[in-house]
């Protein structure tokens, strides 16, 4: 029922800042008990979890990315962000957005997800 559609730019230059928007329906994002998430993974490696806002609009991040990542919404669009500044070769990776039906917690268990959105970081 919930889906979940990542859009942005597929190509950003080194040392600017990816946005990512993720635009939900079929559910509210701010809706009891879930977290909206962001979760990376770049060429050959495995998914990492970068952070979430969850349906009070608390934010959690990775201490990964903590330093240079904002995630924030629009309640009004159902919609949720992802900036990540100061970008490197190193952050290519396939982006996607998911719903998180843990809030808080040292562990993660998505039940939906985007489909995934390639961006490539190169001059």
């Known amino acids: 029922q919930v889906q979940l559609q990542e859009s942005g730019p597929g190509l950003v230059k080194p040392s600017q800042m990816l946005s990512l928007t993720c635009t939900v329906s079929g559910g509210s994002i701010t809706a009891n008990y879930y977290a909206w998430s962001w979760i990376r993974q770049p060429p050959g490696k495995g998914l990492e979890w970068m952070g979430a806002?969850?349906?009070?609009?608390?934010?959690y991040y990775s201490p990964s990315f903590k330093s240079r990542t904002s995630i924030s919404r629009d309640t009004s669009k159902n919609q949720f962000s992802l900036q990540l500044s100061s970008v490197t070769p190193e952050d290519t990776a396939v982006y996607y957005c998911a719903r998180d039906i843990r809030v808080g917690e040292e562990t993660h268990e998505y039940d939906s997800w985007g489909q995934g959105t390639q961006v490539t970081v190169s001059s």
């Open positions: 806002i969850a349906y009070d609009g608390s934010t």
